[in-house]
């Protein structure tokens, strides 16, 4: 049986935890704000099994949202994701047109044949760029490891102006939609 004393510092425990976490989340937060992204996709795989049913220029787009995938991620359980990113953009596209959308795979060595079979079958309509070479993460190496950073919107300077996914929080998704519409 626990003491008093030990029971009052599993909340005190937690709480530290807790901020600290959330100091280094609002610190990354703060160093990606802005910062412009090197989006560079011409060495990379395009992937794109059915024919993009979003055609457009990409230069008359506002901005680009960039979801990033990278080895350290369940190569699967993203690629099952984009059904959902599906039904995200079809809602995007609606709602306004001048978003351009950069979906990344970046597996490792061993997984590139898998990611470029499950991309193929998936039928997703947006173009899906595989970097094999990994060039996303060179171009941009102040980038955080952890995935939580990995999904933002770029205004057309490139810059960043909302970090989040806004499929797993509803306020990144309000805060997506409120941007795109003004």
């Not at 937060?29 to 412009?36: D, G, L």
């Not at 979906?103 to 094999?132: A, C, K, N, W």
Request: charged share 20%.
């Amino acid at each position: 049986m626990m003491s008093s004393n030990k029971l009052f510092l599993i909340p005190v425990l937690c709480t530290l935890v807790f901020t600290a976490c959330h100091g280094k989340l609002t610190k990354n937060v703060n160093m990606m704000m802005h910062k412009t992204v090197q989006l560079d996709t011409i060495d990379m795989e395009v992937i794109n099994p059915r024919r993009n049913i979003y055609l457009s220029n990409d230069s008359d787009k506002a901005f680009t949202l960039i979801i990033y995938n990278d080895e350290s991620e369940c190569l699967s359980c993203n690629v099952k994701k984009l059904n959902e990113w599906h039904r995200f953009l079809t809602q995007v596209y609606s709602t306004y047109n001048g978003v351009r959308v950069c979906y990344i795979f970046s597996p490792d060595d061993e997984d590139m044949d898998e990611t470029r079979v499950l991309l193929q079958t998936q039928g997703f309509g947006h173009p899906v760029f595989v970097d094999s070479a990994h060039v996303f993460e060179k171009a941009n190496p102040w980038l955080p490891k952890e995935s939580i950073f990995h999904t933002f919107l770029l205004n057309n300077s490139n810059k960043i102006i909302l970090i989040g996914n806004p499929l797993q929080n509803q306020k990144i998704n309000q805060m997506f939609f409120d941007i795109i519409s003004k």
